[in-house]
């Protein structure tokens, strides 16, 4: 089955740095990956998703780039602000219409 | 915007009673699911349903089931709550594509079991 890992477990940066969150699986026939964000007593929200046809995706400070034949996919935030203080979850689809989580990135942005 | 409502925020139970957590999502989705997010773990999934009546076990589905009678509606039961089971509970939907779609979470149920 799918297995997704996730780098590193926790993360500082310093505001208006960049910061960079990696993840790999093991499914070569996933398709979809996604990428959440859940700030502290939320719920996880979708920020950003990419799709295998295409190697890069973006939305203003975020970006996500795939990489099919390595089989990992990244998470690029720029400009961090202190709102980017969250944990950010990656995912993979094992088939079917489930997903597999990574255990998840504490990014900590510093005033 | 898609809406996914759990009935409780916070819940506290004993030791060995019957535990019903409740999922509605108001956007006519097909697939719908069941996490338990714990320290350092990540989102693990108990359950999922695609269909009305339909369910598939995720990856830890011992001491859980779950009931899926109308579409809108996902129901996640403890038979006999333990305090291993003490955990943030998350529900989830998705609509069925032709290739994955993402999965909307309600606010989750923080489940302290005594």
């Known amino acids: 089955g799918e297995n997704v890992e996730q780098h590193p477990s926790t993360l500082s940066v310093q505001e208006g740095d960049s910061a960079v969150i990696k993840c790999t699986y093991s499914d070569s026939a996933s398709n979809y990956f996604p990428w959440y964000k859940q700030e502290l007593g939320k719920r996880p929200q979708l920020i950003i998703d990419i799709r295998s046809n295409v190697g890069e995706k973006k939305d203003q400070r975020i970006a996500v780039t795939l990489n099919k034949t390595a089989k990992h996919f990244s998470l690029h935030i720029t400009e961090t602000q202190p709102e980017d203080s969250a944990v950010y979850f990656c995912?993979?689809?094992?088939?079917?219409?489930?997903?597999?989580f990574g255990p998840g990135t504490r990014l900590s942005v510093l005033p | 915007d898609v809406k996914v409502t759990q009935s409780s925020r916070y819940l506290v139970k004993r030791t060995g009673e019957k535990v019903f957590l409740e999922c509605v999502q108001d956007?006519?989705?097909?697939?719908m699911f069941w996490y338990r997010q714990d320290p350092g773990l990540g989102l693990r999934l108990i359950y999922f349903s695609y269909d009305v009546k339909m369910k598939e076990k995720g990856d830890i589905p011992e001491g859980y089931s779950v009931s899926r009678e109308k579409k809108e509606r996902f129901s996640l039961i403890l038979e006999s709550a333990s305090t291993n089971q003490t955990s943030m509970y998350l529900c989830?939907?998705?609509?069925?594509?032709?290739?994955?779609?993402?999965?909307?979470f309600g606010d989750g149920t923080r489940l302290s079991i005594l």
């Open positions: 956007m006519d989705h097909e697939n």
């Open positions: 995912a993979a689809p094992p088939g079917g219409q489930n997903f597999v």
């Open positions: 989830a939907s998705s609509w069925t594509g032709p290739s994955n779609q993402p999965q909307h």
